[in-house]
């Protein structure tokens, strides 16, 4: 049996891809061998090629030393909160979105395409745009430093109902009209058939809403006054600021709370990745 040649195109390609992924990833070492130093070390000859023996050190004090917060705030109960946002945006934003562009799809709604288009001019509001009313909003509903008040406000945009309302106007007619001959009412339509025929897109909005609400820093900044209350990439800025004066700045402590925000997102984005893929292909057909 012959065996398969390698091409000299092929070779070339996964050598690209390959430095340019190490490349990527660069940063990213270079912050795991400064968690690994001390932070004199860290001070006094920034990053390395050597790694230390501080990395067991170093993530037990992000996770639970409470240092740099007036209350005792910590990376465990950061993590949480973001995990929350992370969560609750990224559901809040399918359901939403799913049930704005059922309604919009398959109803006949004499101002379906008008109502349609006045939600998709929301996605030329951003929350940069609209971040002083809704903050006030948010301020005289009481919401402050509450998980309410994190997550609701960021779901209102058209980003999940215009690529479910793509999705939606793919599906062939034939089942729309094969599933009201069998008596299925709007609402078993929508669990029965809609969602579970939905699942790559849901899975492919999941990815991409839970990163965006992961990496917020703007709104949580502005609400959360609380610490305890404070997500990881809101709390990293926090230790950063408070590490002034005479004492040595606690690297290893914020480069690990950095590199334990990368993790979820990371590991999301890897175990959805087919169904991203296919989420978005499938989107289009």
């Known amino acids: 049996m012959q065996k398969p040649r390698l091409r000299l195109s092929t070779v070339l390609d996964h050598v690209i891809l390959i430095i340019g992924s190490l490349f990527m990833m660069l940063p990213v070492l270079m912050l795991l061998q400064m968690t690994s130093m001390p932070d004199l070390v860290n001070m006094k000859n920034g990053p390395g090629l050597s790694f230390g023996s501080q990395l067991d050190d170093n993530f037990l004090k992000a996770m639970l030393k409470a240092d740099g917060f007036a209350g005792a705030n910590t990376g465990l109960n950061m993590l949480w909160n973001s995990l929350i946002l992370g969560f609750g945006f990224a559901i809040g934003k399918i359901v939403l979105g799913m049930m704005a562009a059922y309604a919009i799809v398959y109803f006949r709604l004499r101002f379906a395409s008008f109502a349609f ?87 492919a909005m999941f990815i991409i809403m839970f990163v965006y609400g992961w990496n917020q820093y703007l709104w949580p900044t502005m609400i959360t006054t609380d610490e305890g209350m404070f997500t990881l990439v809101r709390g990293i800025k926090q230790i950063t600021q408070m590490l002034e004066g005479n004492q040595i700045p606690e690297y290893g402590r914020a480069n ?25 292909t499938e989107s289009d057909k």
């Open 117 to 203: 288009w006045m939600i998709f001019t929301t996605l030329l509001l951003p929350l940069e745009v609209r971040i002083l009313p809704s903050y006030e909003i948010v301020q005289k509903l009481g919401m402050l430093n509450t998980y309410q008040g994190l997550i609701v406000p960021l779901i209102a945009s058209a980003t999940a109902t215009f690529f479910f309302r793509q999705y939606f106007r793919s599906i062939p007619e034939e089942l729309v009209e094969a599933a009201r001959i069998d008596g299925a009412g709007p609402v078993k339509f929508f669990f029965d058939i809609l969602v579970p025929l939905s699942r790559t897109m849901v899975a």
């Open 256 to 280: 690990m709370l950095a590199l334990i925000a990368i993790l979820p997102p990371v590991l999301i984005v890897v175990f959805f990745q087919s169904w991203f893929v296919k989420g978005l």
